[in-house]
């Protein structure tokens, strides 16, 4: 998103998408330690660092613990959906599909090149993935066992995880708004607000949706 863009829009840019990771993950109920941009004199890189949790699963190793993994799928999908929202970008973006997700992570692979695989996709893909070891963890109900207004059973696939997570993290960037949009500020004018700062600017701004305790 870089190309003809000012070194001030490229700065707002990370400010918006580094503030959607933060809020949504608030609202999910993540341990954000900070969130920063680049900042001149500074050491500030983009990034916003949670607390993950992982769990040991046989037969496959270290993942992300599954029934959190929903929820950190839906903060990193937020992070591009408010940048694009903040500069009225409107072109498709590769991570609009599952397919398209995976594709991408594919084409990071094949560069061969560590540094490359940290990033908003594998991470996103990572976390659909073990969602959906959850979903299997869950004995399904015959129709007859479902009750009228029962919540939604977990996804069974990392593709319904992904669609699940992607449904999620537009609802939430429409409707919180307002803070992405005061972190996204205070990040411009401090460039390293931390988690406790965060949560304190959700509740105080409006219209927010969910806990921040």
């Known amino acids: 998103m870089s190309k ?5 829009q490229i700065r707002r840019s990370g400010a918006y998408h580094e ?3 933060a809020v949504v993950g608030v609202l999910e109920g993540h341990t954000v330690r900070y969130v920063s941009i680049v900042t001149e004199g500074t050491n500030n890189q983009d990034i916003c660092v949670s607390a993950v949790n992982h769990h040991n699963l046989a037969g496959v190793g270290l993942i992300p613990t599954p029934w959190e993994a929903l929820g950190h799928a ?3 999908l937020a992070g591009n959906m408010a940048m694009w929202r903040e500069f009225g970008k409107i072109e498709i973006s590769p991570r609009d599909s599952w397919e398209r997700l995976v594709q991408e992570c594919e084409e990071i692979e094949e560069l061969d090149e560590p540094e490359e695989l940290e990033n908003d996709a594998m991470e996103i893909r990572k976390y659909c993935e073990a969602a959906a070891v959850f979903g299997q963890m869950v004995k399904m109900p015959t129709p007859d ?3 009228e207004g029962s919540p939604p ?5 990392a593709k319904e995880a992904f669609e699940v997570a992607l449904r999620a993290a537009e ?4 409707t919180n708004w307002p803070a992405i949009t005061n972190v996204a500020e205070e990040l411009m004018d401090a460039g390293y607000p931390t988690g406790d700062e965060v949560k304190e600017i959700v509740a105080n701004s409006d219209s927010f949706q969910g ?3």
């Open 4 to 8: 003809g863009m000012s070194r001030e």
């Open 19 to 21: 503030a959607a990771h």
């Open 74 to 76: 839906i903060a990193t």
């Open 145 to 147: 066992e479902l009750l």
């Open 153 to 157: 059973l977990p996804p069974r696939t």
């Open 171 to 174: 609802e939430k960037v429409d």
């Open 211 to 213: 806990e921040t305790s």
